[in-house]
């Protein structure tokens, strides 16, 4: 009998639940859908519709890269933050959805959404805690710096599609080496994870996310130490600075800090209750 797509829906879900996947039908929807070029509502509503040869064999060879544990998103190309597609390059991380408390948390401290806020993003990767704030404050404009030239241009990419290139520029850069001006806002999810750590990450992280993307040093802080010792030249007086944390990382990322003249504000935790952002502000002039 020929396939179908509620058949080959079925049969990837039985396949990535018996792999001891989470949520396999959901996961096999959204694999079956793009191999399919259907949407997932599409799939759900037309499973008798009959599935070739070549389309089988294209959910069979994005089933066994997932199989062999390719987070989806990779295998997509595609992921969503807040509520944003973006695309993904080798030289991207895959964008967490706990980022987005640092888009929650910056927002609730800029008062006026219509405003010309400069907002600085070190280490932009896809360009997704930029783009998301520039979604929100259409006056604002923005710089995106990432060393890796590949992300730097996967974010350009992102800022097009987005239709947002008008008001963000990307570049290359080690952090704000080459930045000359202040900003209002400056963001950053700094690689944290420290050196000898990133072996026991799970196999979807360590070899999937960029290595520049995760090394954080020896204690996981060596970003953090060069971003806050840009921060007095980068700040605009009473600017804000909000940066991800990984879990653990509060206390001695206040204390980088607190060693170049900016104000810990504080923390805001992630979904899982973690302290995922730190707060900071420079002193208003
Ligand atoms: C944890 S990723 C965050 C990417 C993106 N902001 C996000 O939240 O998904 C850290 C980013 O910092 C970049 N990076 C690492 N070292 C850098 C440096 N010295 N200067 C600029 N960017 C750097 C990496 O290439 C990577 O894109």
């Known amino acids: 009998m020929a396939d179908t797509v509620g058949s080959t829906l079925a049969d990837a879900a039985h396949a990535l639940a018996a792999a001891g996947f989470d949520e396999p039908r959901r996961r096999a929807r959204r694999l079956v859908a793009a191999a399919l070029g259907l949407s997932a509502t599409e799939v759900f509503v037309h499973p008798e519709r009959a599935v070739g040869e070549r389309d089988a064999e294209r959910v069979a060879a994005l089933l066994r890269r997932v199989l062999a544990h390719e987070p989806l998103s990779r295998v997509l190309g595609v992921r969503e933050f807040w509520g944003l597609e973006f695309s993904l390059s080798p030289d991207t991380l895959d964008p967490r959805p706990e980022t987005e408390t640092v888009v929650e948390a910056v927002l609730a401290r800029l008062p006026e959404r219509g405003r010309g806020y400069r907002i600085l993003d070190l280490g932009t990767g896809s360009g997704c805690l930029l783009l998301a704030l520039l979604s929100e404050l259409p006056a604002a404009y923005g710089v995106g710096v990432d060393r890796a030239p590949g992300a730097a241009a996967a974010a350009r990419d992102n800022a097009a599609a987005l239709g947002l290139h008008g008001q963000a520029g990307l570049m290359c850069g080690d952090w704000a080496a080459a930045v000359g001006v202040r900003f209002d806002v400056v963001v950053a999810n700094p690689p944290y994870i420290a050196t000898e750590t990133i072996a026991q990450l799970s196999p979807e992280v360590r070899e999937f996310d960029p290595h520049l993307a995760l090394d954080g040093g020896a204690d996981g802080l060596e970003a953090y130490r060069a971003i806050a010792g840009a921060l ?14 990984g879990a653990g990382q509060g206390e001695a990322a206040a204390g980088i800090l607190a060693g170049h003249g900016v104000v810990v504000e504080g923390f805001v935790d992630d979904l899982a209750a973690i302290p995922r952002c730190i707060i900071a502000r420079m002193r208003a002039a």
């Open 232 to 245: 007095p030249r980068l700040l605009a007086p009473g600017g804000i600075f909000a940066a991800e944390l």
